[in-house]
């Protein structure tokens, strides 16, 4: 069962002991389930907290969430439960604790991490969403929103660096494209990928080797950010264009293709470093010239761009869309490393250019350690 809402109603049974009280079954409620790992004692909000009983009912366990303690858990464990239960009421105040604790929930070993990856892309979507309604409306990123963004990164950096993470990316590849999630895969894999490649850092922050290590994790964290909001400019793209149930036609394709110059606009006032505005900006700037918005090509597009490039595109093309199905892992690699050939008599007019290959829109080097990475990660697919 996953961190859903569920609606149940359940009627009278026994009641359940763990240890520490026995409670009675409740009525009807709505409710979604939370792992225990998530439950940090003495700084839950104080919303109430249910179990499932072997007779399949829904029974009080704790009456305020901020009262649990580490005994408790340790009951809980030892009944094998995998997971509780909280009113969906409260399912805003429960965003909110994920937000400021997420450090620690990450760094929780009686978490899965299956369950860290599905709380940290919650926690991030909800950044990213946050960002883009907050710029929608004042036009440029707020200290508060930067702060909170870098706040998130910095809280997740440790997790999403491991390896082992990866693999609960698999799960997410192949789902709908949505602007929210794919910037929290994008700000996955570039993170990740970075953290093993100091030589590609060095090159984003000239001097990178001597820095102490809080100065290294700085740089980091500050390419997190760029992943994380590389397409902030969207939020100046209408909801039409955005989720349109097929192509853009070319008056549209002009719309969206302003997003990366709109969202360097919304950065500009703000203390991020230079090369994370540049970053933004470069994204869609392909290596062989031809990209958007300024047609730059090779050593003119800035490292961390052609990073970006390369994670942007291969979240995108391995995720649904309402006019074109997902592309496996390895499919979307081959085409990657492609190189288009001239039409053939009877291919289908309205196949996409970019799948004969798109080898010309990226830095060879950085791609191919790219691939390297995806086969060390042993993604499925």
């Not at 305020?64 to 009113?87: H, I």
Request: charged letters at 25%; one cysteine or more.
């Amino acid at each position: 069962m996953t961190q859903a809402a569920r609606e149940e109603r359940t009627g009278t049974g026994e009641p359940l002991s763990l240890g520490h009280q026995s409670v009675n079954p409740m009525s009807e409620r709505r409710l979604m389930s939370i792992p225990p790992g998530v439950i940090i004692p003495g700084s839950l909000p104080k919303f109430r907290i249910y179990v499932l009983s072997p007779q399949g009912q829904y029974i009080l366990w704790a009456q305020e969430g901020n009262t649990v303690t580490p005994d408790q858990l340790a009951r809980l464990s030892n009944f094998g439960l995998k997971e509780v239960f909280v009113d969906l009421d409260e399912a805003f105040k429960y965003e909110e604790y994920l937000e400021s604790h997420l450090e620690p929930i990450l760094e929780h070993p009686g978490t899965s991490d299956s369950q860290k990856a599905e709380i940290f892309s919650k926690v991030s979507t909800n950044v990213v969403k946050g960002a883009f309604e907050t710029s929608l409306g004042l036009g440029r990123m707020g200290p508060d929103v930067v702060q909170r963004t870098q706040a998130m990164i910095e809280k997740a950096l440790i997790f999403i660096a491991e390896a082992k993470s990866l693999q609960a990316v698999t799960k997410m590849i192949g789902h709908d494209y949505k602007t929210y999630e794919h910037a929290t895969k994008v700000l996955w894999f570039t993170v990740a990928f970075l953290g093993h490649h100091p030589e590609i850092l060095e090159r984003v922050q000239p001097g990178y080797p001597t820095f102490d290590e809080d100065r290294r994790t700085e740089v980091l964290r500050q390419c997190g950010v760029a992943a994380l909001l590389h397409d902030i400019g969207k939020a100046c793209i209408s909801q039409e264009i955005l989720n349109k149930d097929g192509p853009l036609d070319q008056v549209e394709w002009e719309i969206l293709k302003r997003h990366p110059s709109d969202g360097t606009a919304m950065l500009l006032d703000s203390d991020m470093p230079l090369f994370v505005k540049k970053a933004v900006l470069h994204h869609h700037e392909d290596f062989g010239g031809g990209g958007y918005p300024m047609n730059l090509e090779g050593m003119n597009i800035t490292i961390l761009g052609r990073v970006l490039r390369i994670m942007d595109v291969f979240d995108a093309m391995t995720s649904r869309r309402p006019y074109k199905e997902a592309v496996p892992p390895l499919k979307a690699v081959q085409i990657m490393v492609g190189t288009p050939e001239e039409k053939k008599d009877g291919e289908a007019p309205g196949q996409d250019d970019r799948d004969r290959g798109m080898r010309r829109c990226f830095d060879d080097e950085l791609l191919r350690k790219f691939i390297v990475f995806l086969g060390n990660a042993k993604l499925k697919g």
